[in-house]
């Protein structure tokens, strides 16, 4: 999944396996206005309920010095898709 190019999904829920890089020990996840709290930077599972059609998924990262990261990522939702 990459950032300005849309993924298409038959599930409601995605589960999104991401790595976090930072020098920090915790970075402050948030995605959609939901925190995940701090996470340890490395390898990582978030998953994002998707609303049927066009979803715009928004991440937020923030590390201990205040300096943050945003990404969106647009997700389309349809049971009936050929992925």
Known sequence: ?????PFYSRDSIYTLNCVIRDDSKKVKTVVNDQDFGYLVPG???LKVNLKLGENKVNFLFTDKSNNSAKKQ???F???TADV
């Open 73 to 75: 990522i647009t997700f």
């Open 1 to 5: 999944v990459y950032e300005g190019y």
């Open 77 to 79: 939702y349809d049971p």
């Open 43 to 45: 390898a990582n599972v």
